[in-house]
């Protein structure tokens, strides 16, 4: 098997693994778990992708290796998304 249909197999597993978790879920706490799952995902992503010395995900999966405003961008948005679940959720009990 190709790389290309591996990664794709893999992309396509993932993505079934995740609908499955999030479906489970009440939904303000699911939408809540995506938004946080996206930037974190697309923080790690940016510091992959610009890694001259290419040490891949398990490298950059620990945060405390991110530099301060890659964390902060990451951590801001996951913040508002949390408060406002939590200001949702309490607005309409």
Do not use: C
Not at 5 to 18: E, N, P, R, Y
Not at 52 to 73: F, H, K, P, S
């Amino acid at each position: 098997m190709n790389k290309n249909i591996k990664d794709i197999l893999t992309h396509s597993g993932a993505a079934l693994v995740m609908m499955i978790v999030l479906l489970v879920m009440p939904h303000p706490i699911a939408v809540t778990v995506a938004v946080v799952m996206y930037w974190y995902g697309w923080e790690l992503a940016q510091r992959i992708s610009k890694d001259i010395e290419n040490r891949g995900v398990l490298y950059w999966w620990n945060i405390a290796r991110w530099n301060d405003q890659a964390r902060l961008e990451f951590m801001i948005p996951s913040i508002v998304a949390i408060a406002a679940v939590n200001i949702y959720v309490i607005v309409t009990l």
